[in-house]
């Protein structure tokens, strides 16, 4: 949820239901007036060509969950919610020369643009919702999505079946998102954020609304199961569950995420599946 000054300014909170147009028309204005402050607030940690799954900062150098590095290089690769394309960027630093990133923020894939020039490592990407991915059946060897796209949309399976699609037999899916136990717990990283406040199966999302009652941030929440039935639903086997425990080294706060409610509560769920052949 956001909670920094520069970020745009919070509309009325509620809990109420939001469908898909309605969830994407929010996201994308949300991350279009974000972008800037998101990428100078997060930008350091992130690095311009690094791959991190989550504020503990779980890199895929140390975690390897999409593949062999060997194997990658020659795989046709898909990032959901790239963001500025941090994560794809570090996949063509690594030799992978076939990597597309999309974003449903307009803004976000500017900063996108920015870093591939001054890294030099330059990320194909595309203007596109999660929900309906413009790619065709089985066009991609790897897809993977680190905290993209996949919290703000309402359906877990409609998402998964699109990512499953366009996946060719045997590849493989991995993503990773805000673990759903941080559901039930309040925003906070301080000892303040280990009390309870609301039901882990309370699936109402959290909105805020403008003036008008319009949508302007939606976040959606999946529990655990959700998530797995979601896998399973859309033809793929879960391979992996990965909960990252929150390393000493790393004080910084993000969020809701930290080292005090870190080092007791789960913050992040790296889900890891595979299509069969």
Known sequence: MPDETDYPDSGRPTRRGVGPTESARAGRFWWDGAADAYQEEHGPFLGDADFVWGPEGLTEEEARLLGAPDALREARVLEIGCGAGQCGRWLRAQGVHRVVGFDISHRQLQ??????????????????????????????????????ALPFVPSAETALDEAARVLRPGGRLAFSVTHPVRWAFP???????????????????????????????????????????????????????????????????????????????????????????
């Open 111 to 148: 900063h996108s643009r920015r870093i591939d020039g001054a890294t030099g490592h330059h990320l194909a990407s595309v203007q596109a919702d999660a929900q309906y991915l413009p790619f065709a059946d089985a066009s991609f060897d790897v897809v993977f999505s680190s905290f993209g």
């Open 187 to 277: 925003d906070d990283p301080s000892e303040r954020g280990l009390t309870l406040i609301q039901s882990y199966f309370d699936r109402m999302p959290y909105v805020e609304e403008d003036e008008a009652g319009r949508a302007v941030y939606v976040e959606h929440h999946h529990t655990v199961g959700d998530w797995v039935r979601a896998v399973a639903g859309s033809g793929l086997l879960l391979a992996d569950l990965v909960e990252p425990e929150w390393p000493e080294h790393n004080t910084q706060e993000w969020g809701g995420w930290g080292p005090v409610r870190g080092s007791m509560l789960p913050g992040t769920a790296v889900f890891v599946a595979d299509k069969p052949d």
